[in-house]
């Protein structure tokens, strides 16, 4: 930070001079405040406009008001700790080394945008999930839940030091994003990440949630009861379906972890009585999986409020403090997540539900109100984007690029067309098989390997939307399989990532 700035900031605080005074050559850099949550499945937003009506989110649905919606934001390797290792050094994982959630640990050495930050002089924090194994580095204050956390009453990490918190983790998490911002350094701009655990699984809402939906049955998604036929092995042999996969745990037969007897109390009052009723019913089948999609849709969507909730308070601040004008929120999630699609909960997979992650953002006279992209971005882009919009270099080893252009509505003309995707995590949990491939706008071409199976599936978004079929072997798609191979080993060139995936990337347990 320069002595011009800390002057002008000191004279601020003295009521010596106003933001009205300051030239527009004299206004700060813009703030950032990044809003993450885990697991945020983007048909549970609103703005989305997805079909079954899942659930009002006023205030994400707000940023899209007053911003810009993103509709194909999509992951790399669609799971928790990679995408968060891709977002802080916009590379992939192949080059940043965090492959997966079993065996990897992020290399904090690496070049990542809040370090560049916080030596271009900001004011930098994380708050919430960071699930990275390693201490966060080039933050001025950190606040993190170790490993996945809990929900309720949540043990955290305050730069090095345990803690414990009182109250329903979104709520503590935005406390702290809150207290922070009260007391941050306001002669310089800031970058704070604001980052939640919810709504990962076991989607435990808050007390108060308990009950919002009524007891609706939620409308069911088409291929709920999705067969798989004439799809891969790999496809066919998953871990993660409603079916067999749910746990009592996630159907909350089981009570959470950290309740208070209070809590514990009104949890109580809410599922005892459902749960006793659906004990007496024995249910099975296709009953017994609607059974299942309800309670998951109470409890992830309940998770879900509470993040909304977030959201409006951290808005609400920024209003209140004045600097919302200088501040841009980005509101976003690790990868997309599936509400019942194809019979599944989680994510790992190229397909779209798991692919593509919500973006919305709002950045008062830069981004159009309203507007909306169909441009294919992705988290690699997200620290090249911090980094020009604080006017600072983007390093030439970053992989994404900024999307700042898009943002302001002169996306380039040699923006991507083709993105590519690699999964490493097998075989637990879920035994989703590694794969890679290449996603247009219309096409998913995908390859599993390395392991007892070695196949190719083709998707075609534009014939077959729900994606429940494969024209990998259809003649009639044989020139676009070719196009499609040619151009994934162009971007696997491209990217650096020609060789076959290390062994450890694939977890801890033998194929």
């Not at 079993?102 to 030596?119: E, W």
């Not at 809990?150 to 009182?166: A, D, F, Q, R």
């Not at 109390?265 to 999609?293: C, F, H, I, M, T």
Request: charged share 25%.
């Amino acid at each position: 930070m320069s002595l011009r700035w800390i002057i002008l900031g000191c004279l601020i605080t003295l009521g010596l001079t106003s933001h009205a005074q300051l030239s527009a050559a004299d206004k700060q850099p813009p703030n950032i405040l990044f809003i993450f949550s885990d697991d945020l499945a983007y048909q549970a937003i609103s703005a989305y406009g997805d079909s079954r009506k899942l659930l009002e989110t006023p205030h994400m649905d707000r940023l899209a008001r007053e911003g810009m919606r993103f509709d194909r934001c999509l992951v790399g390797n669609s799971i928790c700790g990679p995408s968060r290792a891709t977002i802080l050094t916009g590379k992939y994982s192949h080059m940043n080394g965090f492959y997966n959630n079993s065996n990897s640990r992020f290399d904090s050495s690496q070049v990542t945008f809040p370090k560049l930050l916080q030596a271009a002089g900001y004011s930098t924090a994380i708050m919430g999930k960071w699930h990275l194994v390693s201490d966060p580095v080039g933050f001025d204050e950190w606040h993190i839940l170790p490993g996945q956390g809990i929900y309720y009453n949540p043990p955290m990490i305050h730069k090095g030091e345990k803690v414990k918190h009182t109250g329903y983790t979104t709520d503590v998490i935005t406390d702290l994003s809150i207290d922070w911002l009260k007391k941050r350094d306001k002669t310089k701009p800031f970058m704070l990440m604001s980052q939640h655990k919810a709504p990962h699984r076991e989607w435990s809402p808050a007390i108060r949630h308990l009950g919002w939906d009524k007891d609706r049955q939620h409308t069911e998604p088409e291929t709920l009861f999705d067969d798989f036929a004439g799809r891969s092995r790999a496809v066919v042999e998953h871990d993660m379906g409603i079916d067999k996969t749910f746990t009592e745990l996630d159907a909350k037969l089981k009570p959470a972890p950290g309740l208070t007897p209070e809590e514990r109390q009104q949890w109580d009052a809410y599922y005892e009585p459902r749960n006793a009723a659906y004990r007496q019913a024995k249910l099975s089948g296709k009953e017994l999986v609607r059974w299942r999609y309800n309670r998951y849709m109470h409890d992830y969507l309940g998770c879900v409020k509470a993040v909304d909730e977030s959201v409006g308070r951290l808005l609400e601040y920024l209003e209140s403090e004045g600097i919302a004008d200088n501040t841009i929120v980005v509101m976003t999630s690790d990868q997309g997540f599936y509400l019942g699609e194809h019979g599944w909960f989680d994510k790992r997979w190229i397909f779209e539900e798991s692919l593509r992650t919500p973006l919305l953002v709002r950045w008062p006279g830069s981004v159009k109100a309203g507007s909306s992209s169909s441009e294919l971005v992705s988290l690699v882009d997200f620290a090249e984007t911090f980094l020009d919009v604080a006017g600072q270099p983007i390093p030439a080893e970053m992989q994404g690029r900024s999307l700042v252009p898009v943002l302001k509505g002169e996306t380039p003309a040699d923006w991507r067309k083709s993105f590519y995707y690699h999964y490493y995590e097998y075989p637990s949990p879920h035994h989703v098989r590694p794969h890679y491939g290449v996603v247009t706008d219309r096409y998913k071409l995908v390859h599993y390997y390395n392991t007892d199976v070695d196949e190719w599936e083709l998707m075609d978004r534009q014939k077959d939307p729900l994606e429940t079929k494969s024209f990998y072997n259809d003649p009639a798609y044989t020139d676009t399989v070719r196009e499609l191979k040619t151009e994934l080993e162009r971007l696997r060139r491209e990217l650096k990532d020609t060789e076959p995936a290390p062994r450890k990337a694939y977890g801890n347990q033998p194929f």
